[in-house]
């Protein structure tokens, strides 16, 4: 049940962000650490993600660990009088003196407005306080946004070349903007809408991936990294730059290999599992859709039936 339960939550796309990392995927292959600390912090505590390709397998092993609280969270408690010197009085918490001869309502409704002057209400933020080795950086989230940026991100790593509405429309990222089944000035108009929405999951989703290097998730704020950078050093740059780039003749890098072999089954899945009626199509004898579906996905064709 725990695992069932961690599958459904944010450490699941935590974990599944992390696999996408070409720093974090070259520090594990090599055992070489980044020489930034706080990418060295994540690199060591998520361990290795490549090892156990399963969640349920690293969130046993691993990841149950590394985001468990070290301590419980506070709770309201009466204090003793007579030990009232031995308290360890904390600067986050408010103390208050209550008299028991008045009404219970009055005591409610006068505690309420101490409290409102000295806490922070709705803006608390509650991450900020979290005792785990890895915290998230903010619990406001949705999760279904989480994953739309994941899978337009890894569609993106499989299929670099193809363009952005292509892949927003085969994940279906807005499904009220058909484009296929248009021709004329309403498909060019639900092209540039499609296009806009699927590339802002698209660059949400890199920020998501860089902050999260650098132990900040879920984090989709801004953040410049200088193409010069050398994660690992300017002695290793040239060997992370050949596993992580493909080559100027057309050779696929070990980084891009290894997120294909891993990755590019479950993504045409998931696409026949988001386009309407695909599934059910491909299982006619008579469809065309299980010829069309590889360059249906690639983007090379529009076409399915």
């Not at 004329?184 to 920020?207: D, I």
């Not at 070990?254 to 696409?271: G, I, M, N, P, S």
């Amino acid at each position: 049940m725990e695992i069932a339960e961690a599958r459904e939550s944010i450490y699941y796309w935590w974990w599944a962000f992390a696999r996408l990392s070409p720093v974090l995927w070259y520090a594990n292959q090599t055992g070489l650490k980044p020489i930034d600390p706080a990418i060295a912090k994540v690199t060591e505590a998520l361990g290795d993600l490549w090892r156990y390709p399963a969640f349920g397998v690293w969130w046993k092993t691993r990841g149950s660990k590394v985001f468990a609280e070290s301590k419980r969270p506070a709770k309201v408690q009466q204090l003793d009088l007579s030990l009232l010197h031995e308290h360890p009085f904390d600067k986050d918490k408010m103390y208050v003196e209550v008299p028991l001869n008045i009404r219970q309502q009055t005591i409610v409704s006068q505690f309420k407005k101490l409290l409102a002057q000295e806490h922070e209400g709705r803006a608390l933020n509650l991450a900020a306080h979290s005792t785990a080795h890895l915290a998230l950086h903010t619990k406001r989230y949705r999760l279904s946004t989480i994953e739309k940026e994941y899978w337009v991100l890894l569609y993106r790593l499989l299929y670099p070349n193809i363009e952005i509405w292509r892949i927003g429309d085969r994940l279906q990222v807005a499904p009220h903007l058909k484009v296929r089944d248009t021709a004329g000035a309403e498909a060019l108009k639900r092209k540039h809408a499609l296009n806009a929405v699927t590339g802002r999951y698209y660059y949400k989703a890199r920020f998501t991936l860089l902050n999260l290097e650098r132990d900040s998730f879920p984090n989709f704020s801004e953040i410049h990294v200088s193409s010069r950078k050398q994660p690992f050093g300017s002695e290793h740059q040239k060997a992370f730059r050949a596993a992580t780039e493909d080559g100027i003749d057309g050779k696929t890098s070990a980084w891009a290999q290894w997120l294909k072999d891993t990755y590019l089954e479950e993504l045409h899945r998931e696409v026949k599992r988001r386009v309407p009626h695909l599934e059910y199509n491909m299982r006619r004898p008579e469809s065309n859709a299980r010829h069309r579906i590889p360059a249906f996905v690639a983007g090379t064709s529009d076409l399915l039936e």
